[in-house]
């Protein structure tokens, strides 16, 4: 099994980095975001909740969130060789969650790998995301709150990792292809 945590601040490339490895280690790609965004396209009651706090930039109520992973979690099967989870945990009780799930399955995360890059950087890259995705936190109002949510909130998941012994940072600076090598370079080092 591996189990990969791609993390980082929004725009850092969680995304595009999961679905280029999902194939190469035969992962499922799980994200959080992904799955809320088809709620609310569906107009689901989950969906209008989740949508309150997405257009706000704010996180959805841990609750929520852990409902959504622990089905995930329980219905894996032999088709794949583990997970990657994108956009999850994002706060430490999420961590702390997922980490009990885990060891209810008899599983375990391997890594968390955080995509570092610096936020003129994230906020340009999700700006320019904006003019296409059709996302409605894709804007500049709702993306400061998004990073000022993830620098209260979410980054101290890291710290949580590092005393797991699971933390590797990873420069998200530069083409898809470079950052995906090094990703790829960080779990193979795992073995
Ligand atoms: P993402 O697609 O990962 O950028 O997520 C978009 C939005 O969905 C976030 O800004 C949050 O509002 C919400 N969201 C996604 N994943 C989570 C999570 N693990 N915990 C709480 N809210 C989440």
Request: charged letters at 25%; hydrophobic letters at 35%.
């Amino acid at each position: 099994m591996l189990n990969v945590i791609i993390f980082g601040a929004p725009g850092c490339g969680k995304g595009t980095q999961s679905a280029l490895i999902i194939d190469k280690f035969k992962l499922k790609h799980f994200s959080t975001g992904e799955v809320l965004r088809k709620e609310i396209d569906n107009k689901t009651e989950i969906g209008v909740e989740a949508d309150s706090y997405i257009s706000r930039g704010q996180l959805v109520p841990d609750e929520m969130i852990n409902k959504m992973v622990a089905q995930t979690v329980q219905s894996l099967n032999s088709t794949y060789n583990g997970i990657i989870f994108d956009g999850y945990p994002r706060t430490v009780k999420q961590a702390e969650e997922l980490e009990k799930m885990m060891n209810e399955v008899g599983s375990s995360t391997h890594v968390l790998v955080e995509l570092t890059v610096p936020d003129h950087e994230l906020i340009n890259r999700l700006l320019s995301r904006g003019l296409t995705s059709g996302r409605n936190d894709d804007n500049l109002e709702v993306i400061s709150k998004r990073l000022e949510v993830y620098g209260a909130k979410t980054a101290p998941v890291i710290e949580f990792y590092k005393s797991l012994n699971k933390y590797v940072p990873i420069d998200g600076l530069g083409s898809i292809e470079e950052v995906n090598d090094r990703i790829v370079k960080a779990i193979d080092d795992l073995y």
